[in-house]
């Protein structure tokens, strides 16, 4: 299994929702990422894991919160969205966080926050 | 500080002809570098990627690069394009010590005419 999935494809909700999304992966791989890509943009790292522990945090705003429960899982628990959080957000995983390592994505979540 | 540039945004090739899609990349560091493509609506999948081994790099689907490090390039190519092909494609350079720290070029749209 060479997959990264990620739950839902598709997601829309309102400035006072709260949603997650989920990221899984069974290549024993012991980092994970998230990533917020605009359209017609590059993907932008928001948060790394490495083993489980928060690693990196590119300053994203506290709406946003990661969790890694477990060294399979990923979540980005979303809550008061604004308009402009509306991207494509990606998962990825590598087996370590050292240079070099190829990551391998998800096909993302989709999220229109109206 | 690391940097990469893509020195086009949008390439048009007619199917059957070669690609070439150019990369120019700054480093501090011995740099590791990498394609990464992406279809619309999905993720990125890796095509090939530089660590410092042999300078010409064979991916997947055809495509090669040539680190040249007296150009600061690492330009893609394919000798014979196919409509697959089809996507958005991103140059990466990895910061050194650790694979979190991906800085993206500003990605190149390839289109494969008939």
């Known amino acids: 299994d060479t997959e990264v999935t990620q739950t839902p494809k598709h997601l829309v909700m309102g400035m006072t929702n709260k949603k997650s999304l989920k990221c899984e992966q069974h290549m024993g791989h012991r980092a994970m990422y998230w990533y917020k890509q605009k359209a017609k943009k590059p993907p932008e790292l928001m948060f790394v894991?490495?083993?489980?522990?928060?690693?990196i945090n590119e300053s994203v705003p506290s709406r946003f919160s990661p969790e890694c429960p477990n060294s399979s899982l990923l979540n980005l628990h979303l809550h008061a969205l604004q308009p402009e959080d509306s991207a494509l957000y990606l998962c990825?995983?590598?087996?370590?966080?050292?240079?070099?390592?190829?990551?391998?994505f998800g096909s993302g979540t989709q999220l229109s926050v109206l | 500080a690391q940097s990469v540039t893509q020195l086009d945004s949008h390439v048009s090739v007619s199917e059957g002809t070669p690609v070439l899609l150019r990369c120019n990349y700054s480093?501090?560091?011995?740099?590791?570098l990498f394609w990464y493509v992406q279809h619309p609506n999905k993720g990125l999948q890796l095509l090939l990627k530089y660590t410092s081994a042999a300078t010409l790099v064979k991916g997947i689907n055809g495509f090669e690069a040539e680190f040249k490090k007296s150009e600061t390039s690492f330009h893609l190519t394919k000798p014979s394009a196919h409509m697959s092909d089809a996507a958005e494609y991103f140059c990466?350079?990895?910061?050194?010590?650790?694979?979190?720290?991906?800085?993206f070029g500003t990605g190149t749209r390839l289109q494969v005419m008939l």
């Open positions: 990825a995983s590598s087996p370590t966080d050292r240079r070099g390592e190829k990551l391998f």
């Open positions: 894991y490495s083993y489980e522990k928060l690693s």
């Open positions: 990466v350079v990895s910061e050194a010590g650790t694979a979190s720290k991906l800085t």
């Open positions: 480093s501090s560091y011995s740099p590791s």
